[in-house]
C-alpha cells in the first residue's frame, strides 16, 4: 500500500514549456486535491475533484488545468509554465470530502526558468 | 471566505519544554480543525484534529484546545522531543459542498537537546 505517489519528484523548465504532473493513490478515496507550497504562504489549493468525473477550481487555478482519469488518478497540467509556478505541488486525497484526514503525497519540485 | 491566521511563525524550544501553537479563524460557520505535522522534504501528514462539537482532544503528548466563541484554536505538544521538530500547519474547514480546506502558513518548531 503506497499511498498517495507522485511523479516527477523534481523538475526544471524553461518559461512556456508544459508539463503534466501525476498522482495516484491506491486507497480508494474518492476525492483528490492539488496545492502548491510556496515559502511563507502555507498551502493553497488549486484544484480539487471531489468524486471520479467532477473537477473544481480552488483558491489559485489560474495557469493549470486538471484531469481526474479514473478514481486512482488526477493529473495537474501547466500549459505554459511561468517563473510564478516555481513551488512545490502536492497531491493529497481523503475518503470523502475536506472534513477527514488528507493524506499527501511526496511532491514535486518545480523550478520555471 | 474563511481565513486562518497562526502565530507564532518560528518557535524555538528546549527539549523537555512545551511548545504551543495558535491559530484564529475567521468563518464563525467553521467546524473542523485540523493539524498537519510536515517534516523536511515530505508532504503534511495529520497529527490531530478537533470538531466544533469538542472543546479539546488529547493523543499522548499532543492536546487540541478550540474556543468557538473567540474563533481559536491551539495545538500543545508536551515533553519535546528533537524528532518533533518540524513545520506544523493548522487548517479550518466548513462541512459544505464546494468549500476548501484552508491552511495557516505554518509554524517552524525547533527542538534543541
Known amino acids: 500500500n503506497a499511498g498517495v505517489t507522485q511523479t516527477p519528484k523534481f523538475q526544471v523548465l524553461k518559461t512556456g514549456q508544459s508539463m503534466t504532473l501525476q498522482c495516484a493513490q491506491d486507497?480508494?478515496?474518492?476525492?483528490m486535491y492539488w496545492y502548491r507550497q510556496d515559502p511563507g504562504m502555507g498551502l493553497r489549493l488549486i484544484y480539487y475533484?471531489?468524486?471520479?468525473?467532477?473537477?473544481d477550481k480552488g483558491e489559485v487555478p489560474n495557469g493549470y488545468n486538471v484531469s481526474r482519469l479514473n478514481k486512482r488518478e488526477f493529473s495537474l497540467r501547466l500549459e505554459s509554465a511561468a517563473p510564478s509556478q516555481t513551488s512545490v505541488y502536492f497531491c493529497?486525497?481523503?475518503?470523502?470530502?475536506?472534513?477527514?484526514?488528507?493524506?499527501f503525497g511526496p511532491g514535486t519540485r518545480l523550478l520555471v526558468l | 471566505g474563511e481565513n486562518v491566521e497562526q502565530h507564532p511563525s518560528t518557535l524555538s524550544v528546549q527539549e523537555g519544554d512545551s511548545a504551543v501553537i495558535k491559530c484564529t479563524y475567521s468563518?464563525?460557520?467553521?467546524?473542523?480543525f485540523p493539524w498537519y505535522k510536515q517534516e523536511l522534504g515530505k508532504g503534511p501528514q495529520l497529527i490531530i484534529d478537533?470538531?466544533?462539537?469538542?472543546g479539546e482532544k488529547k493523543d499522548q503528548r499532543i492536546a487540541v484546545t478550540l474556543n468557538k466563541t473567540a474563533k481559536h484554536f491551539s495545538l500543545h505538544i508536551t515533553e519535546t522531543q528533537p524528532e518533533d521538530s518540524a513545520v506544523y500547519f493548522c487548517?479550518?474547514?466548513?462541512?459544505?459542498?464546494?468549500?476548501?480546506?484552508?491552511f495557516g502558513k505554518g509554524t517552524t518548531l525547533s527542538v534543541s537537546s
Open positions: 487548517a479550518a474547514t466548513v462541512n459544505q459542498a464546494g468549500t476548501a480546506l484552508i
Open positions: 493529497a486525497s481523503t475518503a470523502q470530502g475536506y472534513r477527514e484526514t488528507q493524506y
Open positions: 475533484s471531489a468524486s471520479e468525473g467532477t473537477t
Open positions: 468563518d464563525s460557520a467553521s467546524n473542523y
Open positions: 486507497m480508494n478515496h474518492n476525492s
Open positions: 478537533i470538531r466544533s462539537n469538542v
